[in-house]
């Protein structure tokens, strides 16, 4: 298994100017847990201030447009979140697929022009409530992840997969741990037969949906669970630190 913990915190449609104090919060207390890499991702407009606050957290953006420079009005590329200050970028979120119709083709090309941009992507992947009961979920997931990478090359270097139920995002609900070793195991078996082990064992499988501090060491102590992406509690840097401090007490540390 790879590395250290990841623990991002991802902070979608959240945050002005006054939000730099939890940032400055985070990286300070994130000092002291150096066994857990944490990051967060701020909406476009912080990133560049985040990243100035940042000494220890990695810094990210939520989304990237897949084209060059252009007469796109509104988006923001690639290139640009790196020249912000961002490391990485999250694509794929099903927030950005269900509000703004992304396809896996789409988020395939996010992907290449990420990497292009010299980032490191987190590839967001989950079901439906009705695709889990109709008892698809490791079908559909699977089919996500595989036409979203296409023929993405160098996966230790660059590739993180979170794994985020829809239904657990926001909503209070967290997968039980049976379901998220399961998911998880198999979403492993994808990378290793894509890649070969050696290279797959790199890449982090982030779990998504609900991650609280309350919550947090269970699930981080999971087979194959590499860190979480989370949301909500990800806002305040008390709750953040929590589940960061739960990552440093998982044997994996
Ligand atoms: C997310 O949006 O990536 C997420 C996991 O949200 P929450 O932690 O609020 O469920």
Redesign the pocket.
Known sequence: MAERPYIVG?W?MFGTRAMLSEARAIDRAAQRYMKVEVAVAPPYTLIHAVHREAEQIGVGAQDCHPGAEGPHTGDINAAMVADAGAKFVIVG?S?RRQDHGETNELINAKIDSAIEAGLRVIL?CGESLETRDAGDAEAFVLGQIKSALGSFEDPAERLTI?Y?PIW????GRTATSADIEAMHKAIRGLLDETYGPDASADVRILY????KPGNAKEILSLPEVGGA??????LSAESFLGIVVAASETEDA
């Open positions: 991802n979608k979120h927030e967001c979170a985020e657990a995002i926001g909503t998504g949906g609900s991650v992406l989370v949301g909500g509690a990800s």
